[in-house]
């Protein structure tokens, strides 16, 4: 792969990612909560102590959170500058992917690794759906290439730099951040007999920046709850936020002491991957089983080529898939090892199209039925779920196949098809996904919707509570405000406005019966799509109606 094509195929696929992450609105729950935390933060100024909504909060720590308010008093208090730090770390994990790949294996390697990683579905999605697996993933695959340019070279700043990183991802998701990284290198360093490297000095450094880092972060924790006990959190009293930081909210997956107790069998982020490693899922479970082999035939302890990506992923996949509460998301924090292995396994091939076995060439085959069904679920999002999307919609579709059969027809061999087909119509799909289908499922997201209607309306926010509708926190965050959340009938007065699901709010008209309705609207949530919504004919029995009213006797 020349540098010119890397350059065009990479600048596209980023574009779509902006795109999404300027043109569609959060969405809840996770991403819409953690922006309206970081909103609250900046509100507050409050960067150590954290909360959501007026409560104490302690489920993630809180770097997205410091990084994403500071965007946002740079900027301004939207969408977009929540998105745009974790964009940066989605930039970073690139980077770090492609210097890990060249140091590792060659410039071709690197190109690819990029690409794949940059073309999977997960990429595209947490471009726009921000939670702190996006950040995450930078910290991480900047701390593992750190280490490997450390190994190679001695040279003390590479170590300390890749402290920072893990320091950093600690910061946003907690101990995982320095788990990936020992569990990538530690086999490699145990096969290859580097027994030095298991107890060099500067390890203790290490240990000392990481903890210096930790140490704001730690002292927020200690006065929020150390010296609070007893504070409830999900209706289980902390004793201590130091505790609950760095042992149960990891450790204690295992244990049982943690809280959520989710998708807790072995095969669920396997299965979750068919989706979120698309279109590279197969041929990535082929590099893998292919690097077993490998491993297995040159022996343990004969090591000729690089395993960090390998046993990286591996181990992380083994040790996420015991957990009592596992979410799709979680494995992306691997997904740049991922890469690099389908693309070290990719790359020798490429030069190889006229000698490729039959296994292969069916294969290739399977991938062009895969491709199929893919344009065919682009066709039906064009054409049904939102009615026609217009013929810019139709354009990326015909322009997308029109692509794809140049490509098929050219004479290219079989691999470089193969690859350039892929990284097309992962372009075409999220083009058309980030543009028209995701911003008109969003309109039905009650919280961004209403939050929209009242800033156009200029109605007065501090007028406003919530009576018996599930939270939304796009609602608190897009209408920047926090917005109270009425639970007993007999606290509404008249002249208060309320929004409630429209059969509690039938029985609020029993005792204010001149009540005026001043918005009426349709919510689903979104995230929990089913067929039934999806089709324009069964929908309206999936969507719940809610109202805005103002109160009066």
Not at 92 to 121: E, G, H, M, P
Not at 332 to 345: D, G, M, Q, R, S
Not at 536 to 548: N, Q
Request: hydrophobic share 55%; net charge positive.
């Amino acid at each position: 792969m020349n540098k010119n094509t890397f350059w065009l195929l990479l600048i596209t696929i980023l574009l779509v990612q902006v795109i999404g992450a300027f043109n569609i609105p959060l969405m809840d729950i996770d991403a819409s909560q953690y922006a309206s935390i970081s909103r609250e933060m900046l509100e507050r100024n409050s960067y150590l102590q954290i909360f959501d909504l007026g409560k104490d909060y302690l489920d993630k720590p809180p770097m997205l959170f410091w990084l994403s308010a500071l965007s946002m008093k740079i900027f301004v208090v939207e969408d977009w500058a929540y998105r745009f730090p974790s964009l940066i770390f989605l930039f970073i994990a690139l980077y770090a992917s492609f210097k890990f790949a060249q140091l590792k294996y060659n410039q071709t390697v690197a190109y690819l690794a990029v690409l794949i990683l940059a073309s999977c579905q997960a990429f595209f999605l947490i471009a726009h759906d921000v939670r702190t697996d996006t950040m995450l993933m930078g910290w991480v695959a900047l701390s593992i290439w750190l280490i490997a340019k450390w190994e190679e070279s001695d040279y003390w700043a590479d170590f300390i730099w890749a402290m920072v990183a893990i320091a950093g991802g600690m910061m946003t998701k907690g101990p995982i951040a320095l788990v990936v990284p020992v569990l990538a290198f530690a086999p490699q360093w145990f096969f290859e007999k580097k027994w030095k490297l298991f107890f060099k000095p500067i390890y203790l450094i290490g240990i000392l920046i990481i903890g210096v880092l930790l140490l704001p972060m730690s002292w927020g924790l200690y006065q929020q709850y150390d010296l609070h006990p007893g504070k409830l959190i999900n209706n289980v009293p902390i004793q201590s936020g130091l505790r609950f930081y760095y042992w149960t909210q990891s450790f204690g997956r295992y244990t049982g002491e943690n809280y959520y107790h989710e998708m807790s069998y072995p095969t669920f982020l396997l299965e979750n991957m068919l989706w979120s490693f698309l279109p590279w899922i197969f041929i990535f479970l082929w590099a893998f089983i292919t690097k077993i082999g490998t491993i297995l035939k040159e022996g343990l302890f004969k090591v000729h080529v690089e395993r960090i990506s390998f046993f990286g992923f591996l181990l992380t996949y083994l040790v996420l898939s015991r957990s009592q509460a596992q979410l799709p998301h979680y494995i992306f924090v691997v997904y740049p090892l991922a890469a690099i292995l389908v693309a070290a396994h990719l790359a020798p091939l490429l030069d190889k199209s006229n000698t490729l076995n039959k296994g292969v060439k069916w294969f290739f085959g399977f991938h062009l039925f895969v491709f199929a069904i893919l344009l065919f679920i682009m066709g039906l999002i064009i054409h049904i779920p939102f009615g026609e999307m217009g013929w810019w919609a139709v354009l990326i579709q015909i322009g997308t196949f029109g692509w794809m059969l140049k490509i098929l027809w050219s004479k290219n061999g079989l691999l470089q098809k193969w690859v350039t087909m892929s990284f097309v119509l992962m372009i075409g799909l999220n083009l058309i996904l980030n543009c028209f289908f995701y911003p008109r499922l969003l309109k039905l997201q009650w919280g961004n919707e209403l939050a929209e209607v009242i800033k156009n309306k200029k109605w007065d926010v501090e007028k406003v509570a919530l009576y018996k509708i599930p939270n939304s926190n796009a609602f608190h965050f897009y209408g920047k405000h926090i917005f109270p959340v009425i639970k007993d009938s007999s606290l509404l007065h008249e002249g208060q406005w309320i929004v409630s699901d429209s059969v509690p709010a039938k029985e609020v008209l029993n005792e204010f019966p001149n009540s005026k309705i001043l918005y009426k609207g349709d919510r689903f949530h979104v995230t929990l799509l089913t067929m039934n919504f999806l089709n324009p004919a069964t929908r309206k029995a999936e969507l719940t109606p809610y109202v805005l009213i103002e109160l009066k006797r």
